[in-house]
């Protein structure tokens, strides 16, 4: 099982990667996120998700965890196979991703070429417990966002103690958090109170 390669990018398009490592070329399909973030690089390490089929062995590069952990979850639904899975992030970000399932909105997943209404659904349904709703802003920036994380979770965990209903009161201190990245728990509380869970 391979983790991860590095080596010399010796060939980069939008649908794949050819990386150098000590002077084995390996194959990397990759989206087209990947792609815009190694394009001009000249050296890369890609984490990689292999695909065994009967015909074929199959290396998948993503230049973030973030995105193969979004992969691995979408592959993880019936019906929704790596090549779909490949289609969708580079349709979308992981970010944009993240927020149409914490969302449930089913008509951003089917803007997305191949993916009907039924599988669209199906995606939401089964992934929506298993995405971190405070994970899109994780993805934005850096140490801001962990703190503004590391708010939010404390901020949830309150409201549950005070009562409140896990699933309800994560989508609006979601919400707080993306309008307001730099408030306090308290004042995460505060809006999630006003904003009426």
């Not at 973030?37 to 590069?61: P, S, T």
């Not at 992030?89 to 191949?114: C, F, N, P, W, Y």
């Amino acid at each position: 099982m391979y983790n991860y390669i590095k080596g010399k990018i010796d060939e980069a398009n939008p649908a794949y990667a050819v990386i150098d490592c000590n002077g084995v070329g390996y194959l990397l399909e990759t989206t087209l996120n990947t792609y815009s973030a190694i394009k001009d690089l000249d050296e890369v390490k890609l984490l990689v998700h292999e695909v065994i089929r009967e015909d074929a062995h199959l290396l998948i590069g993503f230049f973030t965890a973030a995105e193969r952990d979004m992969f691995r979850l979408l592959i993880s639904v019936n019906g929704v196979g790596a090549a779909t899975a490949r289609i969708m992030l580079s349709s979308l970000t992981v970010e944009e991703l993240t927020r149409a399932i914490v969302d449930q909105d089913v008509k951003r997943v089917q803007k997305v070429k191949g993916i009907g209404a039924k599988t669209a659904q199906r995606i939401l349904l089964e992934l929506r417990d298993k995405v971190d709703p405070f994970a899109t802003a994780s993805l934005t920036d850096g140490v801001g966002a962990a703190k503004s994380n590391k708010n939010s979770e404390e901020a949830l965990s309150a409201l549950v103690m005070l009562g409140f209903a896990k699933a309800a009161s994560e989508k609006v201190v979601a919400k707080m958090a993306e309008s307001a990245p730099e408030a306090s728990v308290e004042e995460l509380i505060k809006l999630a109170l006003a904003h009426g869970i």
